[in-house]
């Protein structure tokens, strides 16, 4: 079954630091780019990083600059997300996806086929 498992979500304060996971199963994640999206309720979707597929390329939300960092571990089939500094508009829902399309920007939901169940990371004193 393909999948994409993501886990290290949790409750922190600001300045907190956390670092998500992605783990891929069911297909070989060395052939495929991936980005990280969050969510919050009433709110549109938002990108946050990408990777390509052996990591040469990154690329970053305006806000997540400088203090998130993406990368991946393709013989561990996982991409991960460290978040720094965070902030409490960094509270959200936040999915990794695999990207299938080429032609669009990175951060359109439309170039992804395949994607997480979500992790919450909540920021509050």
């Known amino acids: 079954q393909v999948q994409l498992v993501e886990s290290g979500g949790g409750l922190v304060q600001p300045g907190d630091s956390l670092r998500l996971s992605c783990v891929a199963s069911?297909?070989?994640?060395?052939?495929?780019?991936i980005a990280w999206f969050r969510q919050v309720p009433v709110k549109e979707l938002e990108g946050v990083s990408f990777?390509?597929?052996?990591?040469?390329?990154?690329a970053y939300g305006d806000s997540m600059k400088g203090h998130f960092t993406i990368s991946r571990d393709n013989a561990k089939n996982t991409v991960y997300l460290k978040m720094n500094n965070l902030k409490p508009e960094d509270a959200a829902i936040y999915y990794c996806?695999?990207?299938?399309?080429?032609?669009?920007?990175?951060?359109?939901?439309?170039?992804?086929?395949?994607w997480g169940q979500g992790t919450q990371v909540t920021v509050s004193s």
């Open positions: 069911g297909f070989t994640l060395t052939y495929f780019a």
């Open positions: 990777i390509s597929s052996v990591g040469g390329r990154t």
């Open positions: 996806a695999r990207r299938i399309g080429h032609t669009g920007s990175w951060y359109s939901e439309l170039e992804y086929d395949v």
